[in-house]
C-alpha cells in the first residue's frame, strides 16, 4: 500500500514538475520535449532520484497507446483543406523519404559502427521517420505562422510516416530474427496489408466514430471520452487484425476532424489536453529508460550518424522527394532541416530489444543520441532558420475572444460571440460599411447590460458584446474582423509577405501597367485573384507566390479556399520605381540576408 501510495505520488510530482518546467523552457525557447526527456533521465537510474526502471515491454506498451493518443489528435487537427494542398509532397516525405533516409544513414551505420547490411539498416529505419509529436510541439510553441503548404506538407509527413517506419524495423527485426531467410515477396505482402488494411479500418472507424457520436445523448463530459476510446478501439482493431494501427487512427483522426461533430468544442479541447499529457508521460518514460553510463561507448560513433542523418540523409530524402514539387529552394531547405526526430526513434529502438536482436539495447542508445542532437540543433533553431530563409508569414488571428455555441451538428452553422475591442478592426466603423462573410448574420448585440435593437445600432464600439451566426467555414473571416491581430514579441522583426498589397478583385491591367509584368489580353481581363489561380494550377494558400515579369505576386490573405488578398513583391529590376534612398536600403538588405544564409549553410 504505502509502495503504492509513493508511486501516485512521484507520478504526479513527475506530470506537474513537467508542466512547470514546459512553460520555463518556452520562455527561453528550449524544445519542450528535450525537457521532458531531460526530466526523464533526471528521475533515471543515475539522476538525483535514481528510479530504476528498466521494463521495456511496459514502456512499449505506454508509449504505443501516447503515440496512438498524439496521432489522433494530429489527425483531428489536419483540415482536408490541408491535405488537398500538400497530400502529394507529403505522401512522397512520408513513404520514399522514409526509405531513402533509413538507406544513406544504415550506409553510415554500416562504416561507422561495423555492422552487417542488415543491421546497419536496422539502425537507420529506427531513426528514419520525423516525430509527429516533436513537429506538432515544435511549430505551435514558438507561435511561428508559416507558409501554409510548407506546415501542412510538414505535419502530415511526421503524421503518416510512423507507419512505415514501424513496418520496416518491424520487417527488419523479423528478418534478422529469422536468419535472413524471409522473402521478398513476403516482406512486400506484409507492407501491403499493413498499409491496405490501416487506410481501409482508418477511414471506416473514422466515419463510425461520427456517426455513433452525432447520434448518441450522453453527459456532455462522455462525448469526448467515447472518441477517444473509439478512436483506441480503431487502433487496437487494426493492430490486432494485422493492419498498422498507428496509419489506421491517423486517418480516423482525419475523418472524424472534418466533419460536424456534436460537443466539437470539448471534444477537441480534451484531446489537446490528453495528447500533451500522452507526449508528457512518453518523454518522461524513455528518458527513464536511458542509462547515461551506458551512452558513453558509443558517443562518438553515434553522433557522427546523428550528424550525418540531419545534414545529409534528410536533405538527400527531402530534395528527391520534391525534385519535381512548386516549392523553392529556401522552403525545400527549411523542411529538410525540420526533421525532427522525438519519441518514435526511441519507440522503434525498443523492438530490436523485444525481437532478441543481438546487442539490441545498441540500437536504443544510438537512438537516443540522434534525438538528443535533433532536439538540440534543429528543435533550438527552427524559428531562426524559418525567418532566415523567409518561410515565416504574418500571424493571424488568435480566436481566444471568441465564445462558441453548440448547436446541432446537421444545421451545419456556428454561432459565435466576441468582445468587441478597441483594437479590433470592426470597432467604430458604421453597419453598413462592414462587409460580412456570406450567409452571416448579427443577431444581438449588447451595451451596458442591455440589448440594442439592431435597426438602432449605428457601429459597434469598444465594450459591446456580439453575437453572430455562420457557417464554420466562414468562422475564421469572421474572426480576422473582431478580433485584434496577435501582436509580434518585441524581439521578432515584422513579418511582410509583399511590398504593396491588393484585393483580390482588383483588375490584373491596371497592376501589370503599374508594375509592368507580361499578361495575355485574356488575363488582363482577369481579377487578380483569378490570375493568381490560374498560374498556380492547384488549390492556392497563402505564401504561394506566383513569378510575373520582374516582380512576384504573393497570396496574402484568405477566406476557406477564396483568395482576399495578393501582395506585390518587388525584384531588383524594378527596383528604379522607388527613392533612390529605398532602393539602396533594400538592396542592403537583400545583401545582408544572403550573407547570413551563405554563412549558416558553411557551417
Known amino acids: 500500500m504505502e509502495l503504492a501510495n509513493q508511486f501516485i505520488l512521484l507520478g504526479g510530482a513527475l506530470l506537474v514538475i513537467s508542466i512547470l518546467a514546459g512553460v520555463a523552457s518556452s520562455r527561453i525557447g528550449a524544445p519542450l520535449l528535450l525537457v521532458f526527456l531531460g526530466l526523464g533521465m533526471l528521475a533515471g537510474e543515475n539522476g538525483p532520484l535514481g528510479i530504476p526502471f528498466d521494463d521495456f515491454k511496459s514502456a512499449y506498451l505506454i508509449a504505443s497507446v501516447s503515440l496512438a493518443i498524439i496521432l489522433f489528435d494530429g489527425g483531428l487537427r489536419t483540415p482536408l483543406t490541408a491535405l488537398r494542398i500538400s497530400w502529394l509532397p507529403a505522401s512522397l516525405l512520408a513513404t520514399l523519404g522514409v526509405l531513402v533516409t533509413a538507406g544513406v544513414t544504415g550506409v553510415c551505420a554500416r562504416y561507422v559502427f561495423g555492422l552487417g547490411w542488415l543491421n546497419a539498416f536496422l539502425m537507420g529505419a529506427t531513426v528514419a521517420s520525423t516525430d509527429a509529436a516533436a513537429v506538432f510541439l515544435l511549430l505551435h510553441q514558438h507561435g511561428m505562422d508559416l507558409k501554409r503548404r510548407v506546415a501542412t506538407t510538414l505535419e502530415i509527413e511526421s503524421g503518416a510516416n510512423d507507419p512505415l517506419a514501424v513496418l520496416l524495423t518491424v520487417l527488419l527485426v523479423g528478418i534478422i530474427a529469422a536468419g535472413g531467410s524471409r522473402s521478398s515477396w513476403e516482406v512486400e505482402g506484409e507492407f501491403l496489408r499493413q498499409v491496405g488494411l490501416g487506410t481501409a479500418l482508418g477511414v471506416a472507424g473514422g466515419g463510425a466514430l461520427v456517426w455513433a457520436l452525432n447520434r448518441l445523448e450522453l453527459a456532455p463530459g462522455l462525448y469526448p471520452v467515447f472518441v477517444a476510446a473509439g478512436a483506441l478501439v480503431v487502433f487496437g482493431g487494426t493492430q490486432a487484425l494485422g493492419g498498422s494501427g498507428f496509419l489506421a487512427i491517423y486517418l480516423a483522426g482525419i475523418i472524424a476532424g472534418n466533419q460536424r461533430l456534436r460537443a466539437n468544442k470539448l471534444v477537441r479541447r480534451f484531446h489537446d489536453g490528453i495528447a500533451w499529457v500522452a507526449q508528457i508521460v512518453m518523454f518522461v518514460m524513455l528518458g527513464l529508460l536511458v542509462t547515461p553510463r551506458e551512452l558513453v561507448p558509443d558517443l562518438v560513433p553515434a553522433t557522427i550518424v546523428a550528424l550525418a542523418l540531419i545534414f545529409v540523409a534528410r536533405p538527400v530524402a527531402v530534395f528527391l522527394c520534391l525534385a519535381f514539387s512548386r516549392f523553392n529552394w529556401e522552403e525545400r531547405l527549411f523542411i529538410a532541416w525540420v526533421g525532427l526526430r522525438g519519441a518514435v526513434p526511441l519507440f522503434l529502438a525498443i523492438i530490436p530489444i523485444l525481437g ?248
Open 356 to 603: 532478441g536482436v543481438p546487442d539490441a539495447h545498441r540500437y536504443f542508445n544510438v537512438a537516443f543520441i540522434v534525438v538528443l542532437a535533433s532536439l538540440l540543433l534543429q528543435g533550438w533553431t527552427v524559428p531562426w532558420i524559418a525567418r532566415r530563409l523567409e518561410v515565416e508569414v504574418p500571424p493571424m488571428p488568435e480566436p481566444l475572444g471568441r465564445m462558441e455555441i453548440d448547436l446541432p451538428s446537421q444545421m451545419d452553422r456556428e454561432v459565435v460571440g466576441y468582445t468587441v475591442r478597441s483594437d479590433s478592426p470592426i470597432a467604430k466603423r458604421p453597419l453598413d460599411r462592414i462587409a460580412l462573410p456570406k450567409r452571416t448574420r448579427l443577431l444581438a448585440v449588447i451595451r451596458d447590460r442591455s440589448v440594442i435593437p439592431l435597426r438602432e445600432l449605428g457601429e459597434l464600439q469598444p465594450g459591446d458584446s456580439a453575437l453572430l451566426i455562420c457557417p464554420p467555414e466562414h468562422a475564421l473571416a469572421v474572426d480576422r474582423l473582431f478580433l485584434p491581430r496577435r501582436r509580434q514579441r518585441s524581439t521578432r522583426a515584422e513579418v511582410q509577405l509583399a511590398d504593396f498589397v491588393f484585393r483580390a478583385d482588383a483588375p490584373v491591367g491596371s497592376i501589370a501597367h503599374e508594375y509592368d509584368f507580361p499578361a495575355t489580353r485574356e488575363e488582363l481581363a482577369m481579377s487578380l485573384g483569378r490570375f493568381v489561380e490560374s498560374r498556380l494550377d492547384e488549390q492556392p494558400s497563402v505564401g504561394d507566390t506566383v513569378a510575373a515579369g520582374a516582380v512576384e505576386l504573393v497570396v496574402t490573405d484568405m477566406d476557406g479556399e477564396e483568395i482576399v488578398t495578393v501582395g506585390v513583391r518587388l525584384e531588383h529590376a524594378h527596383l528604379h520605381i522607388l527613392p533612390e534612398a529605398l532602393v539602396r536600403r533594400l538592396t542592403g538588405t537583400r545583401r545582408r540576408l544572403g550573407r547570413s544564409i551563405a554563412r549558416s549553410l558553411r557551417r
